[in-house]
T-cell receptor
């Protein structure tokens, strides 16, 4: 079945440093989504990427979808303490009927 | 307000007892999912359903059961066969096709076996 791997599992950064998490799927995806889960909360949708090579930005967050539609990345520029949480990618298969989450990257930011 | 509701928020269960977690959505979503999350860990899929009266096992279905008698409802039963049920349980729903296909999550249920 479809597998989605995410690295790193944990990341500690100093406030102001950049952060990147990477996501890789075992199969080609229809689209990929990113979610953020704050400590004690539930995952909340951030963005969806559909096209090969697509890049989207949300303020300090930059999302990329690979040319082969099998990998993706999330980059945060100049992290802030409000960025703390776990970031999950989730891949939708080509049939569009299955959403598979990666293991998540837990980001910790030291003020 | 449209959304997905899980209840209860906290649940305590004695060993050997079955317990049912509720998940209701009024988003008219076709697909519903149950995930288990252990402290500091990712989301592991327990069961999912794409249509009423049909559901599929996920990666860790053993010791769990579900039903999908109505589009809006997807309850999860944690049976006594689940050896380590203490965890955070998240229910989600999404459209099957079309854009957007984002998943909406409930607030979660924290289950503790005492």
């Amino acid at each position: 079945g479809q597998q989605v791997m995410q690295i790193p599992q944990y990341q500690h950064v100093q406030e102001g440093e950049d952060f990147t998490t990477y996501c890789n799927s075992s199969t080609t995806l229809s689209n990929i989504q990113w979610y953020k889960q704050r400590p004690g909360g539930h995952p909340v949708f951030l963005i969806q990427l559909v096209k090969s090579g697509e890049v989207k930005k949300q303020k300090r967050l930059t999302f990329q979808f690979g040319e082969a539609k099998k990998n993706s990345s999330l980059h945060i520029t100049a992290t802030q303490t409000t960025d703390v949480g776990t970031y999950f990618c989730a891949g939708v298969n080509n049939a569009g009927n299955m959403l598979t989450f990666g293991g998540g990257t837990r980001l910790m930011v030291k003020p | 307000d449209g959304g997905i509701t899980q209840s209860p928020k906290y649940l305590f269960r004695k060993e050997g007892q079955n317990v049912t977690l509720s998940c209701e959505q009024n988003l008219n979503h076709d697909a519903m999912y149950w995930y288990r999350q252990d402290p500091g860990q990712g989301l592991r899929l327990i069961y999912y359903s794409q249509i009423v009266n049909d559901f599929q096992k996920g990666d860790i279905a053993e010791g769990y059961s579900v039903s999908r008698e109505k589009k809006e409802s997807f309850p999860l039963t944690v049976t006594s066969a689940q050896k380590n049920p203490t965890a955070f349980y998240l229910c989600a729903s999404s459209l099957l096709l079309g854009v957007p296909t984002e998943a909406f999550f409930g607030q979660g249920t924290r289950l503790t076996v005492v």
